[in-house]
């Protein structure tokens, strides 16, 4: 069955370093989300992207991150300059389409820790 | 703001019992309510509910819409062990690429 992958599994870093998180939807998927997961905190949206432009974003999403599809196939999430607090389990998803009963699929996700 | 409840948030039985796992929400735009099943890494799909009281069931697990009063339910039937996890309930909302709003999820154990 198809899935969506992410690489790393863990990634560690010093604050204020850059770090890229890499994900590759689901093939056939157009719409490509991230999440993130705070230690013992809900799941929270990120952003979601769709035709080449991002379609929304939280209030989290601020100017430090960034999301690019480079290829056809690579889905990556950005952070300019991490802060202790961007420490948290990075989730990518895909769905087919939206509108049509067609859910998002998640990655395993991307254990992130700023030192 | 928007808003989803999952009650309880943790809870412990035996294999073979049957538990019910609730899902309430307050959203706008709201398009659909989703299950999720988390164990160690990836949320993985459960259910997609759009319309009230039309249950949907695969094997014991089964689920439920009440678009008036705004919850859902999960029921797992006959608990093995293979069904400890976190459950997740998410509500959709928006047009275009619709983003998910997650509850704080069910720590479920079940003890052989």
């Known amino acids: 069955e198809p899935e969506v992958t992410q690489t790393p599994s863990h990634q560690v870093t010093q604050m204020g370093q850059e770090v890229i998180l890499r994900c590759v939807p689901i093939s056939n998927h157009l719409y490509f989300y991230w999440y993130r997961q705070i230690l013992g905190q809900k799941v929270e949206f990120l952003v979601s992207f769709y035709n080449n432009e991002i379609s929304e974003k939280s209030e989290i999403f601020d100017d430090q991150f960034s999301v690019e599809r480079p290829d056809g196939s690579n889905f990556t999430l950005k952070i300019r300059s991490t802060k202790l607090e961007d420490s948290a389990m990075y989730f990518c998803?895909?769905?087919?389409?939206?509108?049509?009963?067609?859910?998002?699929?998640f990655g395993d996700g991307t254990r992130l820790s700023i030192l | 703001e928007d808003k989803v409840v999952q009650s309880p948030l943790s809870l412990v039985v035996h294999e073979g019992d049957t538990v019910t796992l609730n899902c309430s929400y307050e959203?706008?735009?709201?398009?659909?309510l989703l299950w999720y099943k988390q164990e160690k890494k990836a949320p993985t799909f459960l259910f997609m509910l759009?319309?009230?009281?039309i249950e949907k069931k695969s094997g014991r697990l089964s689920s439920i819409l009440d678009k008036k009063e705004l919850f859902s339910i999960l029921n797992i039937t006959a608990t093995q062990t293979g069904d400890s996890a976190i459950y997740l309930c998410?509500?959709?909302?928006?047009?275009?690429?619709?983003?998910?709003?997650f509850g704080q999820g069910t720590r479920l154990t079940i003890n052989p």
């Open positions: 998803a895909s769905s087919e389409r939206t509108g049509h009963n067609q859910p998002q699929h």
């Open positions: 998410a509500v959709e909302r928006g047009q275009g690429a619709q983003k998910l709003v």
């Open positions: 959203v706008t735009n709201f398009r659909s």
């Open positions: 759009t319309s009230s009281g």
